[in-house]
């Protein structure tokens, strides 16, 4: 990017590159590794030792501006969804702006430390507010450094240094990507109302093993499993919605609450998605048949529907309807008949929406 200067002796014009300053100016005619005339205390740098550093900074600020690049474009390359490719997208996120970052405090250090010049100062004591002088010396002094700093004299830092924060400059902007769009309709369903590929309900399986769950070998009352959709095992958004805990009960402990017809010889399935603010709740006591949620402490009977009996919780723990397939495995017969998790703005009183539809 260019711009033009007019020099008023000739009326010829000038092209500016980006990174110089105006025509007008102030710089000092000095050397820049050299102590200002007449500045006391100044400890002029080894020119040769300062050209060395500038050619270093230059390269760590190069290195900054690849680095910020990277960024940009990882977070467009590196999609996030299963558990594998989540951890290589923050590892490309986190690696690139991370370097960018110590790239550009490593420039910066070895610029002030290696070519601006030292100094031996004395502060001295003196009133809040200085008198005309000091102000005016404090303008000088400011003026000075920004001269001393080598930021108008020395054009391939000042251009590299430009040209290495332009990218850590939009990183904010790509971020706001995930602004956008909005959920739509999302929010309310889950993975479990999908049929599999071959047009079969979708099994339960164990978390963690993937292992799918025969009814008769979970025959244990009082036992309690957390299980995720097959298919969906490693998909983090699919299982933040998705994500159930099982649990067996003998027969006379259901109470009225639990709907009997979406069990399978005791068994129920409860979503894992606390509807306070999304933590999963999956401390059971198994006397009490209460599910404990850890963050807020909102608590839950299994037995009675998951309805509410203590905390910040305001609705029950949405239960799955579940059977068997030919071979017995606990499969989802369909999808929660309201949304799972806390509150959000499209929700409404789903609740009520249902009991309006059962009537």
Known sequence: M???????ESGRVQT???GTPPADAPIVDTDP?????????????????????????????LVTFLAGAGFIASYVIFQVGTIDRTAT????????LALALLSLAAGLTVWVR????KYNLVQERHEMRS??????????????????????KHRLLRRTLL?????????????????????????????????TKDGKPRRLVVEGSGQPIRAADFNSPGGILSVVPEGYEEDLNALAKATLILLKFRPEELKSGTNLNWTHDGIVAYSKICTHVGCPAALYEQTTHHILCPCHQSTFDAADG??????????????????????????????????????????????????????
């Open 33 to 61: 590794v050299h102590a200002p005339e007449g500045v006391p205390g100044v400890i002029p740098q080894d020119p040769v030792k300062a050209r060395k550093a500038e050619r270093l900074v230059a390269l760590l600020f």
């Open 131 to 152: 008198d005309d002088d000091t102000r005016e010396y404090v303008q000088e002094t400011f003026l000075q450094g920004a001269d001393e700093s080598g930021f108008v």
């Open 306 to 359: 998951a309805k509410v009996v203590f905390g910040p919780a305001a609705r029950p723990l949405p239960q799955l309807p579940i059977g068997i397939d030919e071979e017995g495995y606990l499969v989802a017969k369909s999808d929660f008949d309201v949304p799972v998790g806390p509150s959000f703005w499209e929700r409404g009183d789903a609740e009520a929406e249902v009991r309006e539809k059962a009537s």
């Open 163 to 195: 040209l290495a924060a332009a990218p850590l400059g939009l990183a904010p902007l790509v971020l706001l990507k995930d602004l956008g769009p909005l959920p739509g309709t999302s929010l309310r369903h889950t993975v479990w109302g999908e049929p």
């Open 16 to 18: 500016r590159v980006l």
């Open 89 to 96: 997208s923050n590892l490309a996120l986190g690696g690139t």
């Open 114 to 117: 290696r070519i601006m010049p």
């Open 2 to 8: 260019t711009e033009q200067n007019e020099f008023p």
